[in-house]
């Protein structure tokens, strides 16, 4: 593939565009994914067509969400695998990713995320997980970072808790900004989440679960005991066995939804 695909289209600012050029990086992403007929495959901005080419010719049918009109209509006329692609035009934040679902298939889902949206767009899927095989991202790299972090690591937050309730992170690849038209100020990074089959700490009620984590993580330098104010008790943190002088970033997943349980069955007794 020639870099003509760039050709008479400029990377627009406030859909956060950087078009992926570079084939060896390119390979790389399309063998993470592995893209097979066995499951729907799901790429969200699809841009110039960087992925979409070498993934739409290895499957029947590939489903793209594309806000940008112009983009869409390009895609619409690639000759040959255009004619595999199902174009939804629209906004992925918004778009209902189980209207894809196909009868004994889970989706495989990837994208070149603008920067701008990954968090948000994160958990707007984490809404579908059950339904999803796999996700691979190129994101900032330090998103990438604050996914697969560990507790006590700087990047540890409430993107990484909530990520890791939900799925394994791992990062795939880093991506250095010369693989990109425009190229980015920032180093990008590959991530593959892959939804847990069976959640190791389920919780009672994720609402409840996203609150807590939200209000721990409100402060990062602040304690459990400050954030959790009005939530939490000494006394139940004690019988929880967690210490209320400890910073959020120290606690577990595991330990965050022991908090979020212990408080739906208290408000349900």
Known sequence: MSNNIHMGHRARKRFGQNFL??????????????????????EIGP???ALTQPVAEQVETLNVVELDRDLAERLRHQPRWGQRL????????????????????????????????????????????DNVASMHFMLQKEVVE????????????????????????????EVPPG??????????????LLPHETKPYPADNVRTLEKLVASAFAMRRKTLRNNLKGQLS????????????????????????????FISRRNAA
Do not use: W
């Open 47 to 49: 841009g110039l067509g």
């Open 146 to 173: 604050r996914l697969c972090a560990g507790p006590g690591h700087k990047n540890y937050g409430r993107l990484t808790v909530m990520a890791q309730y939900y799925c394994v992170t791992m990062p795939v690849l």
């Open 86 to 129: 199902v174009i939804h035009e629209g906004d992925a934040l918004k778009f209902d990713f189980n209207q894809l679902l196909e009868p004994g298939k889970k989706m495989k889902v990837f994208g070149n995320l603008p920067y701008n949206i990954s968090t948000p767009l994160m958990f707007h899927l984490f809404e579908t997980v």
């Open 21 to 42: 050029h570079d084939m060896n990086v390119i390979d790389r992403i399309v063998g993470a994914i592995g893209p097979d007929n066995d499951h729907t495959l799901v």
């Open 179 to 192: 693989s990109f038209t425009p190229p980015p100020k920032v180093d990008s990074a590959v991530v593959r």
């Open 234 to 261: 000494d006394e139940e943190f004690a019988e929880l066995n967690i210490d209320p002088t400890l910073r959020p970033e120290r606690i577990s997943v595991a330990e965050f939804v022991a908090m979020a349980n």
